[in-house]
T-cell receptor, first 111, second 118 residues
Framework: LAKITQPISMDSYEGQEVNITCSHN???????ITWYQQFPSQGPRFIIQ???TKVTNEVASLFIPADRKSSTLSLPRVSLSDTAVYYC????????????FGQGTELSVKP | DAGVIQSPRHEVTEMGQEVTLRCKPI?????LFWYRQTMMRGLELLIY????????DSGMPEDRFSAKMPNASFSTLKIQPSEPRDSAVYFC????????????????FGPGTRLTVL
């Protein structure tokens, strides 16, 4: 099974751009990459999903290089309310059919 | 829609007791997932259902754990007998599809049940 790795924690300040990179070396041809956000005492919540190159929505951007072995979640101008754990998720065929969550990156935004 | 509903939100029990966690998925979602979250192991998929049928239960830790989905709007995760190491937050999630093999289905998570086994 593929291993998904991402930094355990990151610190930032309000107004800064934050980039969190996820490594997924064994991603299968058909797999999409999805990022979730989790606040304390809540379930994870979908942020963004992509297959290749760049995807942008009102919350974040997702950058995926041509080899797709990694992806970077970019949060522009973070605020205190962006303090959460961010999970990288790669699904499917190369994971034994399981959806594998990474360990999560705990982002702490300071004033 | 109210989203995925889980009950109870908190459960404290003693070792050896039976524990039943409940989940109501979002109406119209054909897939239902049970996860367990701990500090040590992170978020683990235990089992998932498609149209009420268990598809993959390889994540269920041992025979003490069982899950059922008697209809499209209700699922249970049962632990019998419970042990202290079962203490964790259990999440239920639902989606239109499995998010596998080229699909792009988003999973919607419930608020979780925090289980403490003394």
């Amino acid at each position: 099974l593929a291993k998904i790795t991402q930094p355990i924690s990151m610190d930032s300040y309000e107004g800064q751009e934050v980039n969190i990179t996820c490594s997924h070396n064994n991603i299968a041809t058909n797999d999409y990459i999805t990022w979730y956000q989790q606040f304390p005492s809540q379930g994870p919540r979908f942020i963004i999903q992509g297959y290749k190159t760049k995807v942008t929505n009102e919350v974040a951007s997702l950058f995926i290089p041509a080899d797709r072995k990694s992806s970077t979640l970019s949060l522009p101008r973070v605020s205190l309310s962006d303090t959460a754990v961010y999970y990288c998720l790669v699904g499917g065929d190369n994971q034994g059919g399981k959806l594998i969550f990474g360990q999560g990156t705990e982002l702490s935004v300071k004033p | 829609d109210a989203g995925v509903i889980q009950s109870p939100r908190h459960e404290v029990t003693e070792m050896g007791q039976e524990v039943t966690l409940r989940c109501k998925p979002i109406s119209g979602h054909d897939y239902l997932f049970w996860y367990r979250q701990t500090m040590m192991r992170g978020l683990e998929l235990l089992i998932y259902f498609n149209n009420n049928v268990p598809i993959d239960d390889s994540g269920m830790p041992e025979d003490r754990f069982s899950a059922k989905m008697p209809n499209a709007s209700f699922s249970t995760l049962k632990i019998q007998p419970s042990e202290p190491r079962d203490s964790a937050v259990y999440f239920c999630a639902s989606s239109l599809g499995p998010g596998l093999g080229g699909t792009t289905d988003t999973q919607y998570f419930g608020p979780g049940t925090r289980l403490t086994v003394l």
